[in-house]
């Protein structure tokens, strides 16, 4: 899958924002990709399908109220952070809702990393995870080979992606 995002890395645009303020705290490059378009994305769907189908079906009602619009993943995004050991900490992206409005259709955010040798200490580039107030630190994920993050995409979970001191792909 690396190799993949390697092959794509070229033809990334840089990742968009709502503002021209977030703009600036976002610098990341990405992909939308389909299964179709890309083979090697195949068994992480088909895992990440079967994954969700369970959460469905755990005795959770806030889980299965969130979900029951779920069919199954249409897209996935490439994002490559470049690695930035400059003080301009341009290899990051501010605190954020994957779909705060409600409106992009995204429920669930399934962020799997492809870091092999990932050490936070001298990398960075953790996704932290803040509690609905948006100031509390609920918990720092690093971006560690086979890890794989899921999270609902409204506004209970705003996030973040800590600056980055090597290149990080997920």
């Known amino acids: 899958l690396k ?9 990334m645009e840089r990742g968009l924002t709502d503002s021209p303020l977030s703009a600036r705290g976002r610098g990341d490059r990405i ?3 389909t299964p ?5 994305l195949g068994p992480l769907v088909e895992c990440l399908n079967a994954l969700v189908g369970g959460m469905m079906e755990l005795p959770f009602p806030g889980v299965q ?16 952070f470049p690695g930035d050991t400059t003080a301009s900490g341009d290899a990051r992206y501010i605190r954020h809702i994957d ?4 409106r992009n259709g995204r429920l669930l955010t399934c962020t799997y990393y492809l870091n092999e040798g990932w050490d936070a200490t001298q990398h960075g580039g953790e996704l932290r995870l803040f509690e609905p107030d ?5 918990l720092d994920v690093a971006p560690v080979f086979n890890r794989l993050a899921i999270f609902f995409s409204d ?12 290149e990080r792909f997920a």
């Open 3 to 11: 190799a993949a995002m390697q092959r794509r890395k070229e033809h």
């Open 31 to 33: 992909s939308w990709v």
């Open 36 to 40: 179709g378009e890309l083979e090697e």
């Open 65 to 80: 109220a969130k979900l029951e619009r779920t069919s199954a993943l249409s897209d996935a995004q490439f994002a490559v």
């Open 99 to 102: 779909n705060e409005d409600g």
């Open 134 to 138: 948006k100031k509390t630190i609920k």
């Open 155 to 166: 506004h209970a979970v705003p996030h973040e992606v800590r600056p980055t001191l090597r």
